[in-house]
């Protein structure tokens, strides 16, 4: 009789590494080249095509920090306050008409520039207004609440490079150098479907033996989480001739083409034979838990994402696997996520060779410490694990064994929305 694993991940040959598969990404994915010019606040969420370049210092002028007065630090005394007729009011967008004088203090606002001359700036707090003058006390520096021109940009400087995805941040500061618009890249044109008979429409009567399509509603919310324009192809039963023709149709306007189930090795899974006979495939078994299944390639002309059937490994995958390639060919030179050391609330065991992650949540320990807390239930198509969870561990190939109080790398979830 023949010896069955209890492991599915034990089947077939070699596993391709996740690092290999990100590198094979980077070396096979070009850019999709269109772009548009936006209004700047279009700009959120999207790709700059272009260097911004500042033509000029951000702020233009020297300025005040605080409401106070302005004076000449050389008209101090050291060693005792100091009285000084007040001689003028500056507001913030009227500067003096005239340079300062020495022996004055002129009235003066946040963000009111400061007249030439005047090099340091007493909090209103701190001094005390008597008649026509004020009096100030000892122990201000020179230049003390003053901002100088170029404090925040210099002009000629480049304030944002192509291949940013923009922030909000990132927009503000476009428009403190004037920009009204701004070059971006297209957003992908991606069509999503899923594939299996047993597979229905929320909403519709669930016969036995069938389930709902969250996997579809999933990759579609987390793609237009990274700004891709959106076709919903549906379900698709589990016919080859069906799904290629679907991949065919899909691929001529489109860039981009993600599917979910259909990619192992099963009598029934078709998706990779369909892409084969457009295309080609490049990788299609990763050394990753919750996944394996999961396919770049090219299918009439578009790229193709195969991910798994299972809901959490779509969700795994997509986030560490097929969230870089869309970001690479949306040009976005975003660096990889932050990984974050916490403590390890739990034991683990797991093979060589693959990387795994294991969906936690965060609890404070006594002593302050981050500590992750691992999802009871761990099973691949268990979605509410992911929904009760913070983010995942990631164990790298090498670990065989965790034990509780170990660093681990913790991914959270927040950090690849």
Known sequence: MAQL??????????????????????????PVTESATVALADAPGRILAEDVTAPFDVPPHANSAVDGYAVFFDDLAGDGPTQLP??????????????????????????????????????????????????????????????????????????????????????????????RTLEVRAPLRVAVFSTGDEVRE??????????????????????????????DLGILGDRPEVIRGALDGAAAAHDVLVTSGGMSTGEEDHVKAAVEALGALHFWRLAIKPGRPVALGQAAGAAFIGLPGNPVAVMVTFLRVARP????????????????????????????????????????GADGVLT??????????????????????ELPEDVTRLEPGETVAFLPFSEVR
Do not use: W
Request: glycine share 12%.
């Open 325 to 364: 390639i869309l970001l690479r060919l949306m040009g976005a030179s975003e660096a990889p996520p932050i990984l974050f050391p916490v403590r390890a609330g739990f034991a683990y065991k797991k093979k060589s060779g693959r990387r795994e992650y294991v969906r936690t949540r965060l609890e404070r």
């Open 5 to 30: 694993s209890d492991d599915c991940f034990a089947f077939g040959g070699d596993l391709m590494p996740v690092d290999a598969a990100l590198a094979l990404l980077r070396e096979r994915v070009s």
């Open 86 to 179: 007040v001689t003028a009011r500056v507001a913030a967008g009227h500067p003096l008409d005239r340079p300062g004088r020495r022996g004055e203090a002129v009235r003066i606002f946040t963000g009111a520039p400061m007249p030439d001359g005047f090099d340091t700036v007493l909090m209103q707090e701190d001094c005390r207004a008597v008649g026509d003058g004020v009096l100030i006390p000892p122990g201000i520096k020179r230049g003390a609440n003053r901002r100088e021109a170029g404090e925040d940009v210099r002009c000629g400087a480049v304030i944002l490079a192509a291949g940013r995805r923009l922030r909000p941040e990132d927009v503000g500061l476009a428009a403190s150098v004037g920009r």
């Open 202 to 231: 929320p909403g519709e009567p669930l016969a036995a033996g069938c389930i709902y399509d969250a996997n579809r509603y999933a990759l579609m919310a987390a793609l237009r989480g990274l700004g891709c324009v959106v076709t």
């Open 372 to 393: 992750a807390i691992k999802h009871p239930r761990d099973g691949a198509g268990i979605l509410s694990s992911l929904v009760e969870s913070d983010g995942l561990v």
